[in-house]
């Protein structure tokens, strides 16, 4: 069972895709995939660096992400040029993991952004993790101490809260208490592998 992960950012999608793994899913994360294809000493990395410049470096010759993040959001034209780089050396990683994954394991594909590359075909289920957009930005604004213009910025970057609702098989609503999560997370799951 091939299932794809998504939700806009700060909906919780990282605390679900846990939930997932408690249960006995295979989570294969293209966020953490995305940092490994980019390592020092990767072609992504040395592909980045020809397309956007040496200053997305750090001084250790790490991918320096808050930089590199200032370029492209709010960019389309750089965030696309970049997806372009990451996105294939992502799936082809996320194709071996999965390939060495146990025979009938629901193997959960974690990808952020999922409705927007258009991979909703790819998958036997799709989970779309959902708050409200207000949400999302008091969340930034809180847990990770952005502006709300900041914050705005990295909501519009991503597909609407409706584009993503339409390619979900299962709708999670991450609004109330974590009991309440982990509650809809089983049933989803018992869905999946029933």
């Not at 974690?110 to 708050?131: H, K, M, N, S, Y």
Request: proline letters at 4%; glycine letters at 8%; zero cysteines.
């Amino acid at each position: 069972m091939r299932v794809g992960l998504t939700g806009g950012v700060a909906s919780g999608k990282s605390t679900v895709a846990a939930l997932l793994a408690e249960l006995g899913a295979v989570v294969i994360d293209a966020d953490k995939l995305a940092r490994e294809v980019v390592a020092p000493g990767t072609d992504g990395l040395r592909r980045v660096v020809e397309e956007f410049g040496a200053d997305v470096l750090a001084a250790d010759g790490s991918l320096d992400r808050p930089a590199l993040g200032a370029i492209v959001f709010g960019d389309e034209p750089a965030r696309r040029r970049l997806e372009a780089i990451i996105h294939p050396l992502v799936r082809a990683r996320a194709r071996e993991l999965e390939a060495a994954a146990p025979q009938g394991a629901v193997v959960v594909h974690d990808i952020p952004l999922l409705a927007e590359t258009g991979q909703a075909d790819r998958f036997d289920a799709v989970l779309v993790v959902d708050v409200p957009v207000r949400t999302q930005i008091d969340r930034m604004v809180e847990l990770r101490a952005m502006t709300p213009e900041e914050a705005e910025a990295r909501v519009a970057a991503q597909a609407t809260r409706d584009q993503r609702l339409s390619v979900a098989t299962y709708a999670i609503d991450n609004t109330g208490r974590l009991e309440d999560l982990r509650e809809r997370v089983t049933e989803v799951f018992e869905k999946l592998t029933g």
